[in-house]
């Protein structure tokens, strides 16, 4: 897996500056667990990845005035929204664990986010983890696939993921794209992102009090091209890895956001 530091912009009042990269840059880490003997499927990686994005923007440190992290997210979001996802299993995930942060826990999948840190200034612990991975599989008995090969976090869908249930987020994924797992992590949590900064103080409180439940599914085409212009928020990628700049990938269905 390549670099996994994934820019966007966020909205801006009118007398926010133009140029984003003017201002000092961070990036949001996010580090998933990942332990060879116990894996978890790439569907549950991706929600799990969308939600841990969602507690970090909706915890006390960030949203009151004097929070601890309120000054570092906002520097964040001032600049390019950059994500960056890295994998730690064992000794690593432990020392991972120990520093300031959230741990979110999907039906199997660990993701724990960290506020948002100088691109030249990650902790010692998170600097030496790596970006590459185990592959895995969204097996329909749940089970890793056998014969994990070391290489890219390039987590498969092999069987058939159920539909999301009625009233859900959903979280579409371009079906014309491909992306390593560790890229569409990043992807689905821009996504539920810009559906977060949608969303007014009544729809996020009862967002969060569901535990931020939501689902990733890949669009058939027919639906995607609709979705494309359905007004409901869009992550494009500024293009630095795997994909074209400009790339649609992920948009984010809310239904408090459906017209």
């Given at each position: 897996m390549?670099s ?10 009118a007398?926010?500056?133009t ?22 499927e ?6 799990t ?6 507690t970090?923007?909706s ?30 299993r ?20 660990e ?21 590459s ?5 969204d ?13 890219g976090?390039?987590l498969?869908?092999?069987?058939p ?24 992590m ?6 539920a ?18 535990g931020f ?6 669009a058939?085409?027919?639906?995607w091209?609709?979705?494309l ?16 700049p ?14």
């Amino acid at each position: 897996m390549t670099s996994l530091s994934e820019p966007f912009d966020a909205p801006s009042p009118a007398d926010a500056p133009t140029d984003r990269d003017a201002n000092p840059q961070y990036v949001l880490p996010l580090v998933l667990h990942l332990e060879k003997a116990d894996p978890p499927e790439r569907t549950d990686a991706l929600e799990t990845s969308a939600r841990a994005v969602l507690t970090l923007l909706s915890d006390p440190r960030v949203t009151e005035p004097d929070g601890e992290w309120a000054e570092r997210v906002t520097a964040w979001e001032d600049a390019r929204i950059r994500k960056v996802v890295r994998r730690a299993r064992g000794g690593e995930w432990r020392k991972a664990a120990e520093l300031p942060g959230v741990t979110v826990t999907g039906k199997r999948a660990e993701v724990r986010v960290y506020p948002p840190v100088p691109l030249d200034g990650w902790p010692k612990e998170l600097v030496k983890l790596q970006v590459s991975g185990l592959e895995l599989t969204d097996d329909p008995q749940g089970a890793p696939r056998p014969n994990l090969q070391v290489s890219g976090t390039d987590l498969e869908e092999t069987g058939p993921v159920a539909a999301a249930e009625p009233g859900l987020p959903v979280l579409w994924l371009n079906p014309e794209l491909e992306m390593s797992a560790g890229k569409t992590m990043a992807q689905t949590g821009h996504a539920a992102q810009v559906a977060w900064w949608r969303l007014d103080e009544t729809q996020r409180k009862e967002w969060a009090e569901a535990g931020f439940a939501l689902a990733v599914r890949t669009a058939t085409p027919e639906a995607w091209a609709e979705l494309l212009v359905s007004g409901l928020p869009l992550v494009q990628d500024a293009g630095f890895t795997e994909i074209a700049p400009g790339s649609c990938t992920v948009v984010a269905e809310h239904p408090a956001l459906r017209g």
